[in-house]
């Protein structure tokens, strides 16, 4: 009967040795950090004005013209890049809807001003208006956008005023 109580005995230690905590063990701590980058801002700064229009005559705005492109300033994070997108008419249209004026615009219809360029006359760019397109903000946190763009009225164009929205649309990329 002595065997199987030192087996018992044994195997209690051997229990009791394994079960020890470990006197080797480190640890380490280290913090989870975020930036939330500053929410985009944009304005609508002027419209695109085509002026007085003669039926049967196609009449351009080009984005350099002051006062007649349009315009818009975003702000944002400095340096962040950007989608840009716009959403353009293919008609302007009277008050109630009843006519349409064709309205098209170019790929080469806007531009852009992050801060290196020289504003609406001298452009650090040109963007296609027609597709989405990548670009950073300015160091500054701020880009300009213009766009100009050509109407063609007909022959028997019906007089009075015409409008549609021009939307641009921007998002950081997150690169």
Excluded at 71 to 97: H, I, K, M, N, R
Excluded at 107 to 119: I, Q
């Amino acid at each position: 009967m002595k065997a199987p109580r030192l087996t018992v005995i044994f195997l209690c230690l051997l229990s009791a040795l394994l079960t020890m905590p470990a006197t080797a063990q480190e640890s380490g701590t280290i913090q989870a950090t975020a930036t939330v980058v500053s929410s985009l801002k944009v304005i609508g700064m002027h419209n695109l004005n085509f002026g007085t229009i003669i039926p049967g005559i196609d009449k351009s705005v080009d984005k350099t013209d002051l006062g007649f492109a349009g315009e818009w300033q975003v702000t944002g994070d400095p340096l962040a890049e950007l989608s840009v997108d716009f959403l353009l008419p293919d008609y302007l249209y009277t008050t109630d809807s009843s006519t349409t004026l064709l309205v098209t615009f170019n790929s080469t219809d806007a531009s852009y001003d992050d801060g290196t360029g020289g504003g609406q006359i001298a452009p650090a760019g040109s963007v296609n208006p027609n597709g989405p397109s990548t670009m950073n903000i300015g160091d500054e946190g701020s880009l300009s956008i213009w766009i100009g763009g050509m109407v063609q009225p007909s022959i028997a164009q019906t007089g009075g005023d015409y409008s549609a929205d021009v939307i641009l649309t921007v998002a950081y990329t997150g690169s």
